[in-house]
C-alpha cells in the first residue's frame, strides 16, 4: 500500500535553513587542558512548542539542566522574554575528555504577544526540565459576534 504525500517546497526550505543555523552556531575547535581538540557550540537555544486554546496560549520549553534560579521570564514592550543559563558540568581532572556535544551558556527566546493575550496575567511553572508559561486571552479583546439578519 502506497501514501501519497503532498510536497511542500517551504517545509524543505525550513529544514534547510535549520540545518544552515545549527552549524553556523559551531565554534573553531578549541582544546582542553591536555591540548586535545573539542568540539563546542557557542550558543544554544531550547526548543518551544507554542500552543493555544479558547482560553490562554501555552508556551513549553524544554530547558535540561538548567536551574530553576537561572531561569527569567519577563513582558516587556509588547514581547515574552524568556532567559537563562545551563551552566557548563565540571570536568574531573582524572578524567579524559573525548567529545562534548551539549550546548551551554546563556540563552535569550523573545515572542511578540499576540493581540488578543493580556500580558498581566502570565504565570510560568518550572518541573522535570520544562518551563511552562502559561498567557491567559484577554476577555476584552475576544471578538463579538454579530448576527446579522436578511431581509
Not at 529544514?15 to 582542553?32: F, H
Not at 514592550?77 to 543559563?85: A, F, P, V
Amino acid at each position: 500500500m502506497s501514501t501519497i504525500t503532498t510536497w511542500n517546497p517551504y517545509h524543505e526550505l525550513e529544514r534547510l535553513q535549520d540545518r544552515v543555523l545549527r552549524a553556523m552556531r559551531l565554534t573553531p575547535a578549541q582544546s582542553d587542558q591536555e591540548g586535545n581538540s573539542l568540539l563546542t557550540l557557542s550558543d544554544w537555544t531550547p526548543a518551544v512548542d507554542i500552543t493555544e486554546d479558547e482560553k490562554e496560549y501555552l508556551i513549553t520549553a524544554d530547558l535540561p539542566q538548567v536551574a530553576k534560579e537561572d531561569v527569567k521570564v519577563v513582558v516587556e514592550n509588547g514581547s515574552l522574554i524568556i532567559r537563562g543559563e545551563r551552566k557548563r558540568e565540571e570536568v574531573h581532572k582524572d578524567r579524559k575528555v573525548h567529545r562534548i556535544e551539549r550546548s551551554y551558556g546563556s540563552f535569550v527566546r523573545s515572542f511578540s504577544l499576540p493581540d488578543d493575550a493580556d500580558g498581566n496575567r502570565v504565570t510560568a511553572s518550572f518541573k522535570d526540565g520544562a518551563l511552562r508559561v502559561s498567557l491567559p486571552k484577554s476577555e476584552e479583546k475576544k471578538p463579538k459576534h454579530i448576527e446579522v439578519s436578511v431581509e
